[in-house]
Nanobody
Framework: QVQLVESGGGLVQPGGSLRLSCAAS????????MSWYRQAPGKERELVAG????????NYLGSVKGRFTISRDNAKKTVYMQMNSLKPEDTAVYYC?????????????WGQGTQVTVSS
C-alpha cells in the first residue's frame, strides 16, 4: 500500500522557518522523483520544488528560490523542504508527490497535505 505522509506544517510568523517532511512507503522510493506542491484557497495547485530520484537535480518555483531547499534521504525514504524567510503569500496546503515509471505507464502518488500558515 503506497503512502506519503507529510508533516511539519503549522503557524509561523513572517520571516520564520518551517521544515516539511514527507515519509514514503509501499514503493521503491529511490526510483521516484519527488516534489512539493502547494495550493492556496481559491488558487490552483502549483509546483514549488522538485528533486530527482538520486537527488542530483533540483528545481524551484521562482518566488521561493533562495528561501526554500528541497532534499531527500533515500535510506529513510523521506523528502524534506526547508522553508526560510516565510511570507504570508506562502500560506497554503503543501503536498508531496512521487513520480516514477511503472511497468506499463507513468505512476504518480500524492500525500494528504499539510497546512502552512504564515501570519502575525
Amino acid at each position: 500500500q503506497v503512502q506519503l505522509v507529510e508533516s511539519g506544517g503549522g503557524l509561523v510568523q513572517p520571516g520564520g522557518s518551517l521544515r516539511l517532511s514527507c515519509a514514503a512507503s509501499g514503493f521503491t522510493f529511490s526510483m521516484y522523483a519527488m516534489s512539493w506542491y502547494r495550493q492556496a484557497p481559491g488558487k490552483e495547485r502549483e509546483l514549488v520544488a522538485g528533486i530527482s530520484a538520486a537527488g542530483s537535480s533540483t528545481n524551484y518555483l521562482g518566488s521561493v528560490k533562495g528561501r526554500f531547499t528541497i532534499s531527500r534521504d533515500n535510506a529513510k525514504k523521506t523528502v524534506y523542504m526547508q522553508m526560510n524567510s516565510l511570507k504570508p503569500e506562502d500560506t497554503a496546503v503543501y503536498y508531496c508527490k512521487a513520480e516514477g515509471r511503472g511497468p506499463y505507464r507513468p505512476l504518480a502518488y500524492w500525500g494528504q497535505g499539510t497546512q502552512v500558515t504564515v501570519s502575525s
